[in-house]
């Protein structure tokens, strides 16, 4: 249903999995429930695909809305998620990755903008409604969500920018005191900060422009078989 509703969604959650299962492999954590967890993080998406960037091939409908009722759609597939994680059963060990993987972190986008504009922001309005991620697995998977959404929105992605926008979501969520509840330790953060930019950088290493213009010059120049 992911896969056809919120096609982009999809495709997010296969990397964060990726991301989330090398990091819990290097720290010793359950690498399983990492991948599955992050596989289920955002299903509340579904709900309403078109909110979410990542499945827009068209006009954005927050460009027309509050920045505070955008803030509470967007937080919106933190409950939806849920709903659908009670009606299929999903084990508890993964249905914390829904909440986890935002914690009560600001929807920092709106937030921004509703300042930009002036208005009386309470701050409280544009925050997810948690609760903070309580296990190893789901402070993982909060932060290879956040890196991997940001890396992703880079318009040059080399070693220095990845590295920079790894270690800035990181930091963070740090600062913000969203890893306090679980039992992630500073020298866990700092190794899945390096899994994290190892796998970036290979997924995103720089590629040499394929040469179809000369292949095209060189069939175009060979000179014409012999006769007899």
Not at 89 to 118: C, D, N
Not at 121 to 150: C, N, Q, W
Not at 199 to 220: K, N, Q, S, W
Request: aromatic share 6%; net charge negative.
């Amino acid at each position: 249903q992911m896969l056809l509703r919120t096609p982009g969604t999809y495709h997010h959650s296969l990397l964060v999995a990726n991301l989330a299962e090398r990091a819990a492999e290097v720290i010793g954590a359950d690498t399983l429930t990492a991948r599955v967890g992050a596989y289920y993080h955002d299903i509340g998406k579904m709900r309403n695909p078109l909110a979410f960037i990542e499945n827009q091939t068209g006009a954005n409908p927050h460009d027309e809305l509050d920045p505070q009722v955008s803030a509470q759609i967007v937080s919106a597939h933190i409950r939806d998620g849920l709903v659908l994680a009670e009606r299929y059963h999903l084990p508890e060990r993964i249905r914390e990755m829904i909440p986890g993987h935002h914690g009560t972190s600001l929807v920092k986008y709106f937030w921004q903008l509703a300042k930009e504009r002036g208005q009386s922001v309470d701050e409280s309005a544009f925050r997810y409604p948690g609760p903070k991620p309580r296990s190893r697995e789901a402070g993982i998977v909060m932060l290879a969500d956040g890196t991997e959404a940001s890396v992703r929105s880079l318009v040059e992605k080399n070693a220095d920018t990845i590295r920079a926008m790894v270690d800035k979501i990181v930091e963070e969520r740090v600062a913000d005191g969203q890893l306090d509840e679980c039992d992630l330790t500073l020298r866990d953060i700092h190794d899945i900060t390096v899994a994290f930019c190892e796998l970036l950088l290979g997924v995103y290493h720089e590629r040499i422009p394929y040469p179809e213009d000369r292949i095209a010059r060189i069939e175009t120049a060979r000179p014409p078989a012999a006769s007899g």
